[in-house]
């Protein structure tokens, strides 16, 4: 008899393992199908039913249908806005070409009397707008000698050439311009060069991706890779910063295969009201040692995900990101159809959790630090307080998504409140992931790098497209003076010149 309970004790527990398998196995299946055929947004549906169950119903309990509605003129910020208007504001900085439309001096002439006729007054009829397509030509530098008369008849003669400015590199057609273009289309359009090549073409000249590639390799090497080692010491001496990763295929890497991953990493500044700095760094692992090395000497708070890794780093506060939290209880949701019909599931409440922080930050983003500091540890703390007592409530299965979700916020509650110290601070890593998503948006198209050399080119370029556009320049006008000013900056011994090519310097 106890041989027979103690087999089917352990027949129970083969079933129960194999029932947690299966739902495990199922919840798998459904998340693989709703990120390849589902919508890929992750908002929250509102819900259709008055009376729907919510963790946070502030809106259903404080409404008032009495309640006035507000006029135009009270809505702080409102202003409507002519569409004419908008269209000026828009045309105001382009070059205008005027067509005149005559009457044919043989037809000027009244139709009654035969008078002459005089003009007595214009109107603009209306405004298109025209594309002028790009032109080659070539650009000859001419050198000026000159000598002195008086000279002329001596032992020594005197003679002079003027000065010309140092080309972008030696031997080469490349310009500044052509340069900065070929980077532009690649790095901000996202177009490879075997697609510029026949660009190129289009225009009457044949120029190959191969040495587009080199151009873009070496203009990298001699003139950006000091900008950005410039950067990074300004990146390193703020207080506040953003990190992500994320895989690169490389082909030619001594050691590794093919097919093995390396890593772009990402650091960029956080809100702290100073000049923003974005800045790629292309590396062969996903180890933490790499950011150890490149943040070497920061000391702030530094905003990334869970990867493990960013704990080599010790004198640094770690602030976990609440939208990574929340994304993976939206994993955990389920796919059913109408979810107003039944209560809320324990996903659902702790992706509602998530959603309130979000609520109440926005309504604090128009506060200085110091306020908004306050404002967090008065409206946040209690939902952060709720939220922790409910997670240590919850039993869940382990390896479903609900289960991932949970042990991902209890193994990470020793950063997620760390945004709490400092009015700075986001509650987010947002900043990190939007900034890295130009680069992940243009892997899609050239899929691979070719050598580590390519690869760390376009993480200097990207750096400076992305700190460009933050610092709201004209991305290709800013390659292009880079590149023009660059070849003549004496940068080894001033490196105070580098700042006056800095994105935010008067002169750039």
């Not at 025209?130 to 070539?138: R, W």
């Not at 590396?283 to 933490?288: E, F, R, T, V």
């Not at 908004?372 to 540890?377: G, T």
């Amino acid at each position: 008899m106890d041989e027979r309970d103690t087999t089917i004790k352990q027949l129970e527990s083969t079933i129960k393992s194999l029932e947690q398998q299966v739902n495990n196995l199922t919840e798998m299946i459904l998340l693989l199908r709703k990120e390849k055929f589902g919508s890929s947004s992750e908002k929250t549906p509102k819900p259709v039913l008055s009376g729907q169950i919510c963790l946070f119903n502030e809106a259903e309990v404080e409404a008032d249908p009495n309640a006035p509605e507000p006029v135009v003129k009270d809505v702080h910020g409102y202003k409507r806005h002519n569409p004419k208007s908008r269209r000026e504001e828009r045309l105001k900085d382009l070059p205008v070409k005027e067509i005149l439309c005559e009457i044919h001096e043989d037809d000027q002439n009244c139709l009654r009397c035969n008078t002459l006729l005089r003009p007595i007054g214009r109107e603009t009829v209306r405004e298109e707008l025209e594309y002028i397509p790009a032109k080659l030509q070539i650009i000859r530098y001419v050198r000026m000698a000159y000598e002195c008369p008086q000279c002329k008849h001596t032992d020594t003669p005197y003679i002079e050439k003027a000065l010309t400015p140092s080309p972008l590199m030696a031997h080469s057609l490349a310009s500044p311009s052509t340069v900065a273009h070929v980077m532009y289309q690649k790095y901000v359009n996202a177009m490879p060069l075997y697609r510029q090549e026949k660009d190129w073409e289009q225009l009457g000249f044949a120029l190959s991706r191969a040495t587009m590639a080199n151009w873009i390799i070496r203009c990298s090497q001699d003139y950006l890779n000091p900008i950005i080692t410039h950067l990074r010491e300004k990146l390193r001496q703020r207080e506040i910063l953003h990190c992500d990763e994320t895989p690169v295929q490389v082909l030619k890497v001594e050691g590794k295969k093919p097919q093995s991953k390396s890593t772009m990493w990402l650091y960029r500044t956080g809100n702290d009201e100073k000049p923003p700095i974005i800045l790629y760094d292309y590396q062969k692992s996903k180890s933490g040692e790499n950011a150890l090395n490149y943040l070497k000497g920061f000391n702030g708070f530094l905003h990334s995900d869970g990867y493990a890794g960013y704990n080599r780093l010790k004198d640094v506060t770690r602030c976990g990101c609440w939208a990574h939290l929340r994304r993976k209880f939206v994993e955990a949701v389920p796919t059913d159809k109408r979810p107003e019909k039944r209560p809320p599931t324990p996903a659902e409440i702790g992706r509602d959790y998530c959603n309130r922080l979000f609520k109440i930050e926005e309504t604090l983003s128009g506060l200085t630090p110091d306020e908004r500091y306050l404002k967090r540890l008065e409206l946040e703390k209690p939902v952060l307080e709720a939220f922790w007592c409910w997670i240590d409530s919850l039993n869940v299965l382990q390896g479903s998504a609900l289960g991932k979700a949970v042990i991902y916020a209890r193994n990470q509650k020793r950063y997620m409140e760390n945004y709490l110290l400092d009015g700075r601070c986001s509650l987010s890593n947002n900043l990190a992931e939007n900034s890295i998503r130009p680069f992940t948006v243009g892997r899609k198209n050239w899929l691979f790098s070719d050598t580590p050399k390519g690869a760390s080119a376009s993480a200097a370029i990207y750096s400076l497209v992305e700190t460009a556009k933050a610092n709201g320049l004209n991305v290709y006008a800013y390659l292009n003076h880079l590149l023009l000013y660059m070849p003549d900056v004496d940068y080894l011994n001033d490196p105070d010149e580098l700042d006056d090519l800095l994105p935010w310097s008067e002169r750039v």
